[in-house]
């Protein structure tokens, strides 16, 4: 089966990457929880069709239609940390060619066991050109002892999650194939407490 990835692949990427990260206040080991506050996407139809799903606001899902090839995608993501006081912080800006990922993944310790995990739970891959067909990501969680979260949080503060799947077209233009937009916190507690 020929599998491909969709608009959401490299924040779901992020998203699961695992480290324990301990308490500073007695060793205890902490984890960190996402509660999503707001989410929208769009998408390029009928070429790209993408329906998402949130599952107590913390998994996420995404059914991904493709109905005509696509050569040469782009995945972009941008990641901010926002706060009432200052402007907001830039925790993560990138803009790769989906075909480039596999290598990333891959020299990338971190990475790696990542893009493992996303290939198990889905029917994905990092092959281009981008061929039509149906695929899902179901119930993708974010995991609590993920070290994204834990340079997230922030008791005062949100972060925002901006970025899409592109088509890069002659001279250097891009079209939006899909797009989406997150909000959110994230909250420390013991962990085991929400697991």
Same mark, same amino acid.
């Given at each position: 089966?020929?599998?491909?990835?969709?608009?959401l692949?490299? #924040? !779901?990427?992020?998203?699961?990457? @695992? +480290?324990?990260?301990?308490?500073?206040?007695g060793? $205890?080991?902490?984890?960190? *929880?996402?509660?999503?506050?707001?989410?929208?996407?769009?998408?390029?139809?009928?070429?790209?069709?993408?329906?998402?799903?949130?599952s107590n606001?913390?998994?996420?899902?995404?059914?991904?239609?493709?109905?005509?090839? #696509? !050569?040469?995608?782009?995945?972009? @993501? +941008?990641?901010?940390?926002h706060?009432?006081?200052? $402007?907001?912080?830039?925790? *993560?800006?990138?803009?790769?060619?989906?075909?480039?990922?596999q290598?990333?993944?891959?020299s990338?310790?971190?990475?790696?066991?990542?893009?493992?995990?996303m290939?198990?739970?889905?029917?994905?891959?990092?092959?281009?050109?981008?061929?039509?067909?149906?695929?899902?990501?179901?119930?993708?969680?974010?995991?609590p002892?993920?070290?994204?979260?834990?340079?997230?949080?922030?008791?005062?503060?949100?972060?925002?999650v901006?970025?899409?799947?592109?088509?890069?077209l002659?001279?250097?233009?891009?079209r939006?194939?899909s797009?989406?937009?997150?909000t959110?916190?994230?909250?420390?507690?013991?962990?085991?407490?929400?697991?």
């Open positions: 089966m020929r599998r491909t990835w969709p608009a692949v490299t #924040i !779901a990427a992020w998203t699961m990457l @695992l +480290l324990q990260q301990p308490d500073e206040t060793g $205890k080991e902490s984890c960190f *929880y996402v509660t999503f506050s707001y989410a929208n996407w769009t998408d390029d139809r009928p070429r790209f069709i993408v329906n998402m799903t949130f606001q913390s998994g996420i899902g995404s059914v991904t239609t493709i109905n005509e090839e #696509i !050569a040469s995608p782009i995945s972009r @993501l +941008l990641i901010l940390q706060s009432a006081r200052t $402007k907001p912080r830039t925790i *993560y800006n990138a803009s790769t060619r989906l075909c480039d990922l290598t990333l993944f891959n990338v310790p971190l990475f790696k066991p990542a893009k493992d995990n290939l198990k739970q889905s029917n994905y891959t990092m092959s281009c050109p981008l061929t039509k067909g149906t695929y899902a990501m179901y119930n993708m969680r974010v995991s002892k993920n070290p994204l979260l834990g340079l997230l949080y922030q008791p005062k503060h949100t972060f925002s901006k970025g899409g799947l592109y088509e890069e002659p001279r250097g233009r891009v939006p194939l797009t989406y937009f997150m959110g916190k994230v909250v420390k507690r013991s962990c085991g407490a929400n697991e």
